[in-house]
């Protein structure tokens, strides 16, 4: 009887494992989400007409997102916003996003600003865990005189193992 219960337990553990690992194994995003190059991702972003800036006396014309791998546990990210004008503030919120549970969880957060200048940059690594995809999620905020400009942003993700 024993032996039956202990063969039994170890079949049912088995099966928990194979299972836990066969998930983790095909946790990934949709494919329309992955880079090409599952080490680097990046998004660029540019005013899309002449007439956007000038119907605006203030506006972000331009930013470019990147994250790419830098160890099996961590990445980089790189950004860059820049106005049509001097602003008073720039502020950009980073957001490594981890694919988890068939959706996008945020993982790191940190901020970027810079006052009174047309541009906005900064890049960093961040320590994550080995074995998911990420992404780079960018919210640019740029302010002059009460007017208001935002963008955002999502890169393509990579993979980190």
Known sequence: MKKVFLIMLVI?????????????LFDTPPASQISSNLDYASTTWSSSTQKDIEDSNFAIIFVNDSISKSSST????FSLTQTNATAGAIIVELCVQRWYNNKWENYSTTDLQAIGTDSCSGSLTISVQSGYYY??????????????????TYTKSVFVN
Do not use: D, N, P, Y
């Open 12 to 24: 049912i553990i088995a099966s928990v494992s194979i299972k836990a690992f066969a998930e983790a």
């Open 74 to 77: 961590s990445v980089s990210v």
């Open 135 to 152: 992404r780079l999620a960018a919210s640019h905020l740029a302010s002059q005189l009460g007017q208001i400009s935002t963008v955002h």
